[in-house]
């Protein structure tokens, strides 16, 4: 069953970017087929104060709910479903989880007798991927994720496909005249390059001179608190000398991301307490990793090169070796997981 998405602002930016309609309008007018055009008329399109997503996936999933009116049909519409994966890397499986809410989305119509002469109404799956990962093994076929015996099977198992965008690979051209979009990808794309340094000052005089003033602080505080919590190339005199380009309220908006900055401090020190260990301790755990990575690559592999152990065993984050071991299985040669450890160890 759905649930009515809270009106507070939302968190993340995906969900304040997107639920702008003419931001959405803007994006499926640039990013959708010339058929699909043809049949929608985007000017009827419709935010529905729905989400669909499980409280407990809420950490890596958002969504967005739109409905559009079908042209050359009387009072019938289309619903088109925006899922926003924010995982550090593209699930293979986020068909499944698509799947999923289509089907509540269907039957959500059919408890309110909302079906136009019993049929039910196209549902138009986008999946946009935020993540800091390449997607190439990202399957957009829901057949594509089943294991089929032989052609038999395939009768049985539903079969669709859905839009997948990932945000870093948006061509900026197609969204430049939307400021908030332009923003918002370019953003994403180098929030975790030195140049992401440039982007403050331009993002501020930007939307002073598009938005009115209270919308701009209002896109302002949200962007920079974005950028407070994703990268770590700005300082706080970066996010200073970019509000004081504005006439007034970039006082404000510097207490709000000192109060994050604040929050996000006490925080760190609780994980770092809870996670504290002897140090005997976490050297046999990262031992363990380095290792167990090694025997599931050299089984996967053949055996592994002297080199590319060493570069496995210079990595001393946890995190980063297990992460590594569960991709193993999803590469394609051993050149395509070196280059994944050679990523490792630059961070």
């Known amino acids: 069953m759905s649930t009515k998405r809270n009106q507070a602002p939302h968190e993340g930016l995906f969900l ?143 079969d669709f496909s859905f839009a997948f965008f990932n945000v870093r690979g948006i061509d900026e051209a197609k969204v430049r005249e939307k400021i908030l979009l332009k923003f918002y990808v370019e953003i994403i794309k180098y929030q975790n390059d030195p140049s992401v340094k440039e982007i403050p000052p331009r993002l501020v005089r930007g939307l002073i001179e598009s938005l009115g003033h209270r919308t701009a ?43 994050q900055w604040k929050q996000q401090g006490k925080e760190e020190e609780r994980e770092a307490i809870l996670l504290e260990k002897p140090i005997w301790e976490r050297q046999a755990e990262l031992k363990n990793a380095k290792e167990t990575l090694i025997d599931v690559a050299g089984d996967f592999f053949g055996p592994l090169p002297n080199s590319l152990q060493d570069k496995i065993n210079s990595i001393d984050s946890i995190d980063n070796l297990r992460t590594l071991t569960r991709k193993v299985y999803k590469t394609q040669s051993l050149e395509e997981f070196t280059e994944l450890v050679n990523r490792a160890t630059q961070h």
């Open 217 to 259: 602080l209002e896109y302002i505080d949200i962007f920079f608190r974005y950028l407070v919590k994703s990268t770590g190339y700005l300082t706080q005199e970066d996010y200073k000398k970019a509000l004081e380009l504005l006439p007034e309220g970039g006082e404000t908006i510097m207490e709000t991301l000192a109060d």
């Open 16 to 158: 304040k970017i997107f639920q702008n309609l003419d931001n959405a309008r803007h994006f499926l007018k640039k990013h959708m087929s010339e058929e699909l055009q043809k049949r929608f008329d985007l000017n009827t399109l419709r935010l529905e104060p729905t989400t669909y997503v499980d409280e407990k996936l809420k950490k890596h999933y958002s969504d967005l709910v739109f409905s559009v009116r079908l042209i050359g049909y009387k009072n019938q519409f289309a619903k088109i479903y925006l899922l926003f994966e924010h995982k550090s890397s593209p699930d293979p499986l986020t068909g499944v989880q698509v799947l999923k809410y289509m089907a509540l989305q269907w039957l959500d119509l059919q408890e309110q007798h909302m079906l136009v002469d019993g049929k039910l109404p196209p549902i138009i799956p986008i999946v946009i991927y935020q993540g800091q990962e390449d997607d190439r093994n990202m399957c957009s076929s829901f057949h594509d994720l089943v294991e089929m015996p032989s052609e038999s099977f395939k009768v049985y198992i539903p």
